[in-house]
């Protein structure tokens, strides 16, 4: 009984972790509207399966991203509470490495959508 109970409550802490970055997290907020921009166009062109599953994959990869960089980026400040180079660093590279995925996933949306769109 004892596993079920920290099952559910792991799903329980995972989704009050996402709760409070999209209360915090100004950039969460874009990605999550820019989610749902890309669903409605989705259903108004009637994306393919392969297309909607590559959508929902760059969406978890963005989100997920931005989560991870969240955490990496409040645990940093906590540690490092006065400026640091390194503690710096390791926040730039989190913030990159979501920037980067950014931009793939619109390029790709770009090369889904513009065909539809001519």
Known sequence: MKNKKSLIYSFYYAGQGIISALKEERNLK??????????????????NMQEWITCIILFALVISL??????IETTVDIAMP????????????????V???????AIIGLLIFIPKII
């Not at 890309?38 to 009637?46: S, T």
């Not at 931005?66 to 955490?71: D, F, G, I, M």
């Not at 400026?83 to 926040?91: F, W």
């Open 99 to 105: 920037l980067v995925s950014a931009i793939a996933s």
């Open 66 to 71: 931005e989560l991870v960089n969240t955490a």
């Open 30 to 47: 874009i990605h999550i509207s820019i989610m749902i921009c890309v669903i409605l166009a989705g259903i108004y062109f009637q994306l």
């Open 82 to 97: 006065e400026k640091d180079e390194k503690a710096k660093i390791a926040k730039d590279v989190s913030a990159g490495a």
